[in-house]
Structures are given as C-alpha cells and as structure tokens.
T-cell receptor
C-alpha cells in the first residue's frame, strides 16, 4: 500500500461547481498535513496547511480525519483558474529528520 | 527577493555524462530537499539535508549524489549510474522548527533530458 494515496482523476467540473478531493495516508504517526497546487510544468505551491479542527481560506476548505487517516480539500464555486493538479502531502519524522511524502496528485479541470 | 532558485531551467545531457543541478536559497532555511517527478508518479525524495555538512538518502538515492557545504546551497549530481535520469527535478527547503508546520517550499525546477 502506498504511504499517501489520491484519486488521480481527472475531475472535469463546470464552472461554479463544488468539488471535493480525498487523500488517505498509512502512517498513523504522521504529524502535519498539506495541500499543494501544481500547474502544468511548474513547481508545487503550498495551498493550505490542514489542521485537526479544519480550516478555511476563501473558497477552499481543508479537513483532517485522524481516526480514518484521511485529509480532504473542498473547493466551492470553482473557477477556470482552479484547473491544476492538487497534491496532498503528509509530514513525518524519521531517524534522518522530517520528511514530506506526497500523493501522486488529483487533476482538476474546470470547464465553461 | 527571498526564495529558492534552481538552474538551469532546461538541461540536456548525453547518456554517460554526469551533470550537476544547482539549488540556492536565501530564506535562511536549514533543511533542503531534492525530489524528482515523473508523469503519474508524483514527487519522490532523492536526498535531503537537515543541516550544513549533513545529508541523508531518500527513497531513490541510487545514481545521485549531493553536497551541503553551505547553508544556502544544495547541489545535486545526476551520475551516469542513474538508469532513467530524464525527469523534472525539484528542490525544496523548509523553515526552521517553530516557524511553521514542516511545510516545504519549492524552487521552479530543472527539466533534465538525457539524449
């Protein structure tokens, strides 16, 4: 089983739709959780950190469920500019220090 | 401007040659990381360094080498022993403990093609 798993998509949604992505992780000792956005042929950019209590940033809401070991990202009122690949990332400590493990990403296409 | 820079943006190499990718940051971050990204496989960790003069192998270190002689710089050498070096290489750094949640910030990447 992969450490971090995401549905690769693509999710094709009309402009204005609400779309949700899930990401599951296998290491119960994982400490921090993030969503990154990656545009085609560009570097990933941090979208939001995910807190246990959930957090919201404008149209974006992230949730963490430690019991079921998954994080989610909800995008409301989708815009064409939201089209990108969304990567979840999970932080854990190893003997060598802190590492992030990334999912393979979920591709979102917002259409007119 | 503070940030992470990688050079060059595109790199072409003949099979059998070693090549070094540059990564520099002026964010005063201690920890730095190298990943490669292939289509459909997400980011895979090659090497990371928590502090100057120290580094650790990641999940796919074979065929790669690094050095960390300065806090600002973490160059990656792709050696001729790397079987499939064509990929998108990303460098990242992480703020010190207490200044975040262990998130990482990425440079713009180097796209390496072996001919």
């Amino acid at each position: 089983r992969k450490e971090v798993e995401q549905d690769p998509g693509p999710f094709n949604v009309p402009e204005g739709a609400t779309v949700a992505f899930n990401c599951t992780y296998s290491n119960s000792a994982s400490q921090s959780f993030f969503w990154y956005r990656q545009d085609c042929r560009k570097e990933p950019k941090l979208l939001m950190s995910v807190y246990s209590s959930g957090n919201e940033d404008g149209r974006f809401t992230a949730q963490l469920n430690r019991a079921s070991q998954y994080i989610s990202l909800l995008i409301r009122d989708s815009k064409l500019s939201d089209s990108a690949t969304y990567l979840c990332a999970v932080s854990s400590f190893t003997g060598g220090g802190n590492k992030l493990t990334f999912g393979t990403g979920t591709q979102l296409k917002v259409e007119l | 401007d503070g940030g992470i820079t990688q050079s060059p943006k595109y790199l072409f190499r003949k099979e059998g040659q070693n090549v070094t990718l540059s990564c520099e940051q002026n964010l005063n971050h201690d920890a730095m990381y190298w990943y490669r990204q292939d289509p459909g496989q997400g980011l895979r960790l090659i090497y990371y360094s928590q502090i100057v003069n120290d580094f650790q192998k990641g999940d796919i270190a074979e065929g790669y080498s690094v050095s960390r002689e300065k806090k600002e710089s973490f160059p990656l050498t792709v050696t001729s022993a790397q079987k499939n070096p064509t990929a998108f290489y990303l460098c990242a750094s992480r703020p010190p403990p207490g200044q975040g949640l262990n998130e990482q910030f990425f440079g713009p990447g180097t796209r390496l093609t072996v001919l």
